[in-house]
């Protein structure tokens, strides 16, 4: 999508925020994290431990060197089905972005996220951590808002969500290099930019 069709793209994200982006998804779209929670499909302690230890996306290992904190001893399923460990983000400023694929906020904020994700490259780690919506609507996101050099797990059951107690989509945790949580709640462009700045700086 091009520059123009992306800023048509925010311009009418920001007309849909009237109607507010924290309300609940359409009634087509895939249960709420909350819901499917309640299904047998949560993972036991010791596969998230050993999930932990197994490399990040396509075999890329964690650096060892560096002490993991508890933030980011997590791992799931990027949308295209493969395995990701968040250790891989060990030791650099970090943002986790909670995201729906229908939210109108979250579309108006993806623009930031990529320019972001291109200014810093490997001195910042960015995660998308999709949920309330179905994988198929997840791609289209990606695909239309231009985040696709950001790695996004499809958090459908809520697992991820719920370790950093979200209870609803368009929200950031910012980590620090030592995995310290900074800033867990809604930040607008500047706000999230100048703290990136910052984090990076330290």
């Known amino acids: 999508m091009s520059r123009r069709l992306r800023g048509a793209a925010l311009l009418l994200a920001a007309v849909l925020m009237a109607a507010g982006c924290s309300s609940a998804p359409p009634a087509a779209q895939e249960p709420t994290w909350q819901e499917a929670a309640a299904a047998p499909a949560a993972e036991s302690a010791e596969s998230d431990k050993a999930g932990a230890d197994k490399a990040g996306v396509d075999g890329a290992d964690p650096d060892k060197s560096v002490t993991v904190p508890e933030t980011l001893k997590f791992s799931g399923t990027t949308l295209d089905g493969k395995k990701f460990n968040a250790a891989t983000f060990a030791g650099k400023p970090t943002i986790l972005w909670f995201w729906a694929p229908w939210c109108a906020t979250c579309a108006s904020e993806a623009w930031t996220v990529a320019d972001l994700a291109e200014t810093y490259q490997d001195r910042l780690g960015i995660l998308g951590i999709a949920g309330m919506g179905n994988n198929k609507d997840m ?28 209870t609803q989509q368009s929200l950031y945790v910012v980590l620090d290099r030592t995995g310290k949580v900074v800033t867990t709640g809604y930040l607008d462009d500047r706000q999230l930019t100048e703290q990136v700045k910052s984090l990076v700086a330290a």
């Open 139 to 166: 791609h289209e996101f990606v695909a239309d808002m231009e985040v696709g050099a950001v790695p996004h797990l499809d958090d459908q059951a809520g697992k991820i969500w719920k370790k950093f107690k979200i």
